[in-house]
């Protein structure tokens, strides 16, 4: 199916994939990045998945959330009757489980279930016992255990049920994993279930502080950021998919599991406006610990737990989605180079200390004086920059304003928080890239800021130039380069991260890609900074109906295919989403905050 034809079901630990005809195609089990998966999403039906739909013709199908849950009903209407879905993840003490409610709505439906379980990215065909009433699913270290009232029976390799619910009648199944050495745990009330999630997450809504306008679409992005936290350590990954392509048939396919140290401002940033003051302080000390170390060995990220070896490989196994390979798993572009990272951490611990999200005990800030310390010189070297290009390394003009950003926060918490550094000389190193930036960084034929120094290209990232103080809004090189940026990477209305024809100059991958959803809510943040807000403003309601039926983003959208593409739902689309509606709804929103090094209203 089209990617926006999924929701997301999660239980702060890992997340599930359920389509809109009733299957769940996609479950990562225990973890985010688990082997233990299914991968119908990436392949063919062997390759695992657990549907439930009616077995005759499907008329017309409806599906929501309840309220602002993660609790997911669907209904589908046939020649017989109505039939509904209900799917959710309990927020776990101990195994992950998926559990679903099959409920007559009306008339007398009949049901198929299928079962088909394949671990390892549906390479692993596993051990199928019936045992004390319930299935057991056992392949090496992973075992599966569904229990239902139903009857089930074998079918080709696949688990099998078929049943009929009548208005009224309700059919239970509950799906959990554990390790196979240990017993199964012990079944609970499937309705039960539902009713404790549906009450767990209608809590935790209920904190949002947003009371303004767009407060659904803003709602429904935190939940999406709450599903894609990892609660024990605090991490959020950037999707809970790998390979869901950013072309349609091509090859730009990478595994988005991962917590990326780019998201750090903004995530911490949209949780603190909206009052989820706990929630950035778990997301900081998740940062601290993954950045610990040799500065020099900095990554632009790590796993859920702050894991750093990354290593990728190739399913071959897989055909991908919508033919798009290699499947890839693991992420290479752990091992880069990008300066902006050290500006992203800084900037982040900056904005944690003025916004006070958790008590400083001095061990951020002489992490903070390493990291600096590495830049004074390091900050001159060429880098892979924020897009992660396979090319050759490059003096990308984002990474040196993001250098800067770097030793703004030290002075800033020098001058204005009475932290302890060489002011004179970070001052002295500051001015030095400023100075440089705007001497190699300006294309004077282009008349913008270019991709890289010596460069005629357009980037998006150089949208970031305003929102985080380099240069004020009204300065007359911003607004040749935003204005440059909205003429020349615009594509349907929305930004490109790069002008299509260079982009296998720039990453070495052939074909095009799709808009960069996060670029697009920069750009509305620019134009409110630049007091066009009118245009600010269309542009968010613009890309507010990219959403699914359900308010999920991707990564990316195809203007061409029309359609939702890359990783998804997308943590970096959605917090571009939150804080772009508090900056066109607050007269000091997250932007004057970071820009000024300040906390926001």
């Known amino acids: 199916m089209r990617i926006e034809d999924y929701a997301i079901i999660g239980d702060t630990h890992t997340a599930a994939l359920v389509a809109r005809d009733g299957s769940i195609d996609w479950a990562c089990l225990p ?42 009903e669907t209904e589908h209407d046939t020649a017989e009757g109505t039939v509904r879905i209900t799917d959710c993840m309990p927020v776990r003490e101990h195994h992950p489980e998926i559990a679903r409610l099959v409920e007559g709505v009306k008339g007398r439906v009949p049901m198929r279930m299928e079962l088909v379980v394949r671990y390892d990215y549906g390479s692993v065909l596993p051990w199928v016992r019936n045992l004390d009433g319930r299935l057991s699913i056992v392949a090496g270290p992973d075992s599966l255990c569904l229990w239902t009232p139903v009857e089930t029976h074998g079918e080709d390799m696949t688990t099998v049920s078929e049943f009929c619910v009548t208005e009224g009648q309700v059919a239970t199944f509950t799906l959990a994993w554990h390790p196979s050495h240990l017993p199964s745990p012990r079944p609970t009330d499937c309705r039960f279930i539902v009713a404790e999630t549906e009450r767990w997450w ?9 009371a303004g306008e767009w407060r659904e679409a803003v709602v429904r992005s935190l939940v999406t950021l709450k599903a894609l936290t990892y609660h024990p350590t605090g991490g959020i990954v950037a999707a809970p998919t790998t390979s869901l392509p950013e072309t349609l048939g091509g090859n730009r396919n990478w595994d988005y599991r991962y917590c990326w140290l780019r998201d750090a401002t903004l995530t911490l940033q949209s949780l603190m406006t909206a009052g989820y003051r706990t929630e950035a302080a778990a997301w900081r000390e998740w940062l601290l610990r993954a950045v610990a170390g040799a500065p020099s060995q900095l990554q632009i990220m790590y796993g859920a737990a702050g894991e750093r070896r990354l290593d990728e490989r190739e399913i071959d196994w897989l055909p991908g989605y919508e033919a798009s390979r290699p499947v890839r798993v693991g992420n290479a572009a752990a091992g880069q180079y990008q300066l902006d990272v050290y500006g992203e951490v800084m900037d982040s611990l900056h904005q944690a200390r003025v916004l006070k999200v958790a008590r400083d005990d001095g061990s951020a800030w002489a992490l903070q004086s390493a990291l600096v310390g590495f830049l004074e010189d390091g900050w001159r070297q060429p880098d892979d920059g924020l897009w992660e290009v396979r090319g ?13 950003v770097a030793l703004d926060r030290a002075i800033k918490g020098v001058e204005d928080l009475g932290l302890q550094g060489p002011l004179e000389r970070w001052k002295a190193v500051r001015s030095a890239i400023h100075d440089e930036v705007l001497a190699r960084g300006w294309n004077d034929h282009v008349g913008a800021f270019t991709q890289y120094y010596g460069s005629d290209k357009l980037d998006a990232s150089l949208l970031m ?100 593409v890359g990783n998804f739902p997308q943590a970096f689309s959605h917090v571009g989403l939150i804080n772009t509606a508090f900056n066109l709804t607050q007269s000091s929103g997250p932007t004057h905050g970071r820009r000024k090094g300040k906390a926001g209203s």
């Open 31 to 72: 973890r985010f990045d688990s082997p233990a998966c299914f991968a119908r999403l990436l392949g063919s039906a062997k390759h695992g998945y657990w549907r439930m739909a009616p077995g005759g013709t499907v008329t017309a199908t409806r599906r929501r959330y309840r309220g602002d849950t993660l609790v997911l």
């Open 202 to 210: 209608a809590a935790w809504s209920a904190r949002c502080t947003h």
């Open 392 to 404: 050759p390394r490059r003096h990308f003009t984002h990474s040196k304003v993001m250098a800067w």
């Open 465 to 564: 130039i305003p929102l985080v103080g380099f240069l004020k809004p009204d300065d007359k090189r911003v607004i040749a380069t935003v204005e440059a940026i909205g003429a020349g990477l615009s594509q349907d209305g929305f930004i490109l991260r790069y002008q299509a024809e260079s982009s296998s100059d720039v990453d070495g991958l052939s074909g095009r890609e799709g808009a960069f959803l996060a670029c697009s809510f920069w750009m509305a943040d620019a134009l409110a900074l630049m007091g066009r807000e009118d245009e600010a403003r269309a542009l968010f309601e613009k890309l507010l109906a990219l959403r699914n039926d359900l308010g999920l983003l991707s990564e990316e959208y195809d203007p061409v295919a029309r359609r939702l």
